[in-house]
């Protein structure tokens, strides 16, 4: 059948939402903000304060989650991407990029493959001590 399409619950934030993604097991949401901060939701409990995930110096433009709902992705204005531990938020690894940053993924069967667009270009990062499988050839 359909969707009632009854209002669950209004999440307020103090700027612009710029994204959102739901993690793969449904739990968690986040949210990429204006401001530079990266709000991260939990989904079965809609009126709980977000944990605010701060490290970002410009506006937060996109999330993503990994496969195995452990790894969290925000991409930003300040030329990086940001890796958080899920599922508290811990602040992990910070990627450098050179390209403003108009899409990113991470693959869906392995956790470890994020993938991210810009400058007419894909690019594929292992977020571990582990070399990404080779591009399939043209």
């Known amino acids: ?27 968690l949401l986040a949210s990429a903000s204006s401001s530079g901060v990266v709000r991260l939701w939990h989904a079965t409990l809609w009126v709980a304060q977000p944990v605010l995930l701060r490290g970002h110096t410009e506006a937060v433009q996109l999330v993503a989650f990994s496969c195995n709902n452990k790894l969290l992705a925000s991409a930003s204005r300040d030329d990086t991407i940001r890796l958080w531990s899920l599922p508290a938020g811990t602040p992990g690894p910070v990627l450098p990029v050179d390209v403003y940053v108009t899409a990113l993924a991470f693959s869906p069967t392995r956790a470890d493959l994020l993938v991210y667009c810009g400058a007419n270009k894909i690019f594929t990062v292992a977020t571990r001590d582990e070399q990404p499988a080779p591009a399939p050839a043209p």
């Open 1 to 27: 059948g359909s969707g009632s399409g009854q209002e669950l619950a209004v999440l307020i934030q103090d700027e612009t939402a710029n994204s959102v993604a739901f993690s793969p097991d449904g739990l």
